[in-house]
């Protein structure tokens, strides 16, 4: 398999849960900040110009967070990456759904790239503050679903992946200061070999 990712982008999660996994895979480098994804290479394995990509080794293309997430977790059962009954799984989407399209893509995206969200420069600020409003309020949303919880869903899932590099950016990206369970959370997902490795692979280590 391979991963098409940059640094420090939503692609860690994925990255994070290769690493988990164990199998063979290999690292893609597409660095956002460079416009690599804008290539006519990339655009040919990927047209909608973002990571994560997974490339699997019958060579079919997989994007998007939450459907790269679930193959992964679905095709290693071994792993225990997702739970098995309908309600769990439903939760877990819904979980990985909200952290993906909402606390990321509405608001992280405005907090650190306003310009996307405005043609004129002083709006900028407002833009950020929706976003960081946006960001605010999902880990408040999430904190009592994690309680004391050590993950999630309970036991460690790929809802954890996501949820810790909303953390991290929180932490490494922005003065936003998460929750008490969730700052516990972000800790108790740095000691885990899997992170640590991806980190030092992406140089954030």
Same mark, same amino acid.
């Given at each position: 398999?391979?991963?098409?990712?940059?640094p420090?982008a939503?692609?860690?999660?994925?990255?994070?849960?290769?690493?988990?996994?164990?199998?063979?895979?290999?690292?893609?480098?597409?660095?956002?900040?460079?416009?690599?994804?804008?290539?006519?290479?990339?655009?040919?394995v990927?047209?909608?110009?973002?990571?994560?990509?997974?490339?699997?080794?019958?060579?079919?293309?997989?994007?998007?967070?939450?459907?790269?997430?679930?193959?992964?977790?679905?095709?290693?059962?071994?792993?225990h990456?997702?739970?098995?009954?309908?309600?769990? *799984?439903?939760? %877990?989407?819904? @979980?990985? !759904?909200?952290? /993906?399209?909402?606390?990321?893509?509405?608001?992280?995206? $405005?907090? =650190?790239?306003?310009?996307?969200?405005?043609?004129?420069?002083?709006?900028?600020?407002k833009?950020?503050?929706?976003?960081?409003d946006?960001?605010?309020?999902?880990?408040?949303?999430?904190?009592p679903?994690?309680?004391?919880?050590?993950?999630?869903?309970?036991?460690?899932?790929?809802?954890?992946?996501?949820?810790?590099?909303? *953390?991290?950016? %929180?932490?490494? @990206?922005? !003065?936003?200061? /998460?929750?008490?369970?969730?700052?516990?959370?972000l800790? $108790?997902? =740095?000691?885990?070999?899997?992170?640590?490795?991806?980190?030092?692979?992406?140089?954030?280590?």
């Open positions: 398999m391979k991963l098409f990712y940059s420090n939503c692609s860690l999660g994925i990255h994070i849960l290769l690493r988990e996994i164990g199998q063979p895979f290999e690292l893609v480098k597409t660095d956002l900040h460079q416009g690599a994804q804008h290539t006519p290479e990339f655009l040919a990927n047209p909608k110009a973002k990571v994560p990509v997974l490339q699997r080794d019958d060579g079919g293309i997989l994007t998007e967070f939450p459907a790269i997430a679930f193959y992964l977790a679905r095709t290693n059962p071994q792993m990456l997702l739970p098995t009954d309908l309600e769990g *799984e439903v939760r %877990a989407l819904e @979980r990985l !759904d909200y952290m /993906v399209a909402t606390i990321h893509m509405r608001g992280f995206t $405005r907090l =650190l790239r306003p310009s996307l969200f405005s043609t004129t420069p002083g709006d900028e600020d833009v950020r503050q929706v976003g960081r946006i960001v605010l309020q999902g880990f408040a949303n999430l904190a679903l994690l309680g004391d919880n050590p993950y999630i869903m309970g036991d460690f899932s790929v809802v954890d992946c996501a949820l810790f590099y909303l *953390e991290f950016w %929180a932490r490494t @990206r922005t !003065d936003i200061t /998460v929750p008490e369970h969730l700052d516990a959370h800790n $108790r997902m =740095l000691t885990r070999p899997a992170v640590q490795q991806a980190l030092a692979a992406e140089g954030l280590a």
